[in-house]
């Protein structure tokens, strides 16, 4: 287990990384410590519009509205994240990292609404054992850099991964550039 915490930080998915559950994937990682890893896909948005699944929130997410896919493990749940500016902890809401945090959706929405800069619903999660993150850090699989607060909340996360190394310095801001099929090169 690495000595520091990368909760609140982006794993972004190399091109190496063979598994398509992953594909150019950016993961925010909600918890990182000695039991396991947990984040969510933030740049992969699904068909499903929040209103058809938790209509009470559907007025305060972000656009795009809908749920997105947070990662393969527990698809049938949802957890949400919402950025919350100063230092306010509205009910229902437990800090992650800066001014983001989870979501308790069983909170009336009407109750936190208010204090909620930006907010997004996901399905499912991803999900490390303990060590396993590191092992696949190890194999090169995954870059981690520090998130940017509107991250999470990007209107275009079909860009995000291309966005994110780009801001990068060196040589990782070069993979941005890396084609989808490198055999069409």
Not at 18 to 47: K, M, Q, W, Y
Not at 153 to 169: G, I, K, S
């Amino acid at each position: 287990m690495t000595e520091v915490s990368l909760t609140g930080r982006l794993l972004v998915a190399t091109p190496a990384l063979a598994d398509p559950n992953f594909d150019r994937c950016v993961v925010f990682l909600l918890e990182h410590d000695e039991d396991g890893t947990l984040g969510v896909v933030i740049n992969r948005p699904s068909p499903v519009d929040v209103n058809d699944v938790l209509v009470p929130w559907s007025k305060i997410v972000s656009e795009p509205s809908v749920v997105f896919q947070g990662g393969p493990v527990a698809m049938d749940s949802a957890l949400a994240i919402a950025s919350v500016p100063g230092g306010a902890e509205p009910l229902g809401w437990r800090r992650v990292h800066g001014g983001l945090g989870l979501v308790d959706l069983d909170v009336p929405p009407e109750l936190v609404a208010s204090d909620f800069g930006s907010m997004r619903v996901f399905a499912g999660y991803a999900g490390w054992g303990p060590g396993q993150l590191e092992t696949e850090l190890k194999s090169g699989a995954w870059y981690v850099v520090d998130s940017e607060p509107g991250d999470a909340f990007t209107p275009h996360p079909d860009r995000l991964w291309r966005a994110v190394l780009r801001r990068q310095v060196g040589e990782l801001a070069m993979v941005a550039t890396y084609p989808e099929d490198p055999t069409l090169n």
